[in-house]
């Protein structure tokens, strides 16, 4: 079983900045993508920016230029680096992992982290 916790969100302007992280623990084999989702009110929870099976990157076209997702492989944690808010990026973020264990493969979800941009 894996329990991701997130941390970081909070109340920004415009323009300004957060860094969000998720660490990753329990019993597994072997992590695979991990990532950030979010989901604004009335909206579906969409793809923020992920780490893929083989290494590389995938971020939304809305926030490409603005957010950086980076990891640190050796204490299972994941952070994304979100510049240039906007009133629009306003939602809660996910954290997601897929992982591989005794019984198989698993997806988690953490318990989520709000962020809000003023305008």
């Known amino acids: 079983q894996v329990q991701l916790v997130e941390s970081g969100g909070g109340l920004v302007q415009a323009g300004g900045s957060l860094r969000l992280s998720c660490a990753a623990s329990?019993?597994?084999?072997?992590?695979?993508?991990m990532g950030w989702y979010r989901q604004a009110p009335g909206k579906q929870r969409e793809l923020v920016a992920t780490f893929t099976s083989i290494g590389t990157t995938i971020y939304a076209d809305s926030v490409k230029g603005r957010f950086a997702i980076s990891r640190n492989n050796a204490k299972n944690t994941v952070y994304l680096q979100m510049n240039t808010l906007k009133p629009e990026d306003t939602a809660v973020y996910y954290c997601?992992?897929?992982?591989?264990?005794?019984?198989?493969?698993?997806?988690?979800w953490g318990q989520g982290t709000q962020v809000t941009v003023s305008s």
């Open positions: 997601n992992a897929d992982w591989r264990g005794s019984g198989g493969n698993f997806k988690s």
């Open positions: 329990g019993t597994f084999f072997s992590i695979n993508n």
